[in-house]
């Protein structure tokens, strides 16, 4: 666990970067969109906190309430904000 945050690896012997792929998940249901991460730091031991923002940037804007429901269902997304709630 790093500074107090959730663990960023999975459980087991291997200790395996616990990590969601947003931009393949989202393209799986179907989403055309491009992904950012400002800090993309593999050493998950200490930076693994740094990389869990992301900005999505979806092909089409009619897709944007199903890629927000979407990563709102998954267990390792704790927080989705829309442009307009992103821009308060």
Request: with cysteine; proline share 6%; glycine share 8%.
């Amino acid at each position: 666990v790093d500074h107090g945050m959730k663990g960023k690896t999975l459980d087991g012997p291997e200790h395996k970067p616990n990590i969601l792929m947003i931009e393949s998940y989202l393209s799986e249901a179907g989403i055309a969109n491009t992904t950012i991460l400002p800090i993309t730091d593999p050493y998950v031991v200490h930076h693994g906190a740094l990389g869990s923002y992301a900005t999505v940037y979806l092909e089409h804007e009619t897709d944007a309430e199903s890629a927000i429901a979407r990563l709102n269902g998954h267990p390792n997304v704790l927080r989705v904000l829309s442009r307009a709630e992103a821009c308060v």
